[in-house]
Nanobody, 123 residues
Framework: MQVEESGGGSVQAGGSLRLSCAASGFNLDDYYIGWFRQAPGKEREAVSCIRTNDGSAYYADSVKGRFTVSSDNAKSEVYLQMNSLKPEDTAVYYC?????????????????WGQGTQVTVSS
């Protein structure tokens, strides 16, 4: 069972990127999927997580209104559409299988992580 990220890159502030997470070896709607990120010198943090069975999602306050998470269970893919990007969004972004989602939090204590994809936003 694996997840693999793609879609990272370098953009200027205000630009957009769409990250993709391809799932293999399992049914996507059997697990909740999360996007986490880690910036240099900082701890990993949850960005957005989705309940793939009903599409409901958690968003960190820092990305609400700018990022949108979605899933295409038929294609076994999860997406993170990132708009109005800011330099502080610069980080390695990870897709994680099997996260726990609550109203105000998403955790990946028992999750399986992808290799990550770099997002760099310049001012």
């Amino acid at each position: 069972m694996q997840v693999e990220e793609s879609g990272g890159g370098s953009v200027q502030a205000g630009g957009s990127l769409r990250l993709s997470c391809a799932a293999s070896g399992f049914n996507l709607d059997d697990y909740y999927i999360g996007w986490f990120r880690q910036a240099p010198g900082k701890e990993r943090e949850a960005v957005s997580c989705i309940r793939t069975n009903d599409g409901s999602a958690y968003y960190a306050d820092s990305v609400k209104g700018r990022f949108t998470v979605s899933s295409d269970n038929a294609k076994s893919e999860v997406y993170l559409q990132m708009n109005s990007l800011k330099p502080e969004d610069t980080a390695v972004y990870y897709c994680v299988r099997d996260v726990a989602i609550e109203d105000s939090d998403c955790s990946a204590d028992y999750g399986s992580w992808g290799q990550g994809t770099q997002v760099t936003v310049s001012s």
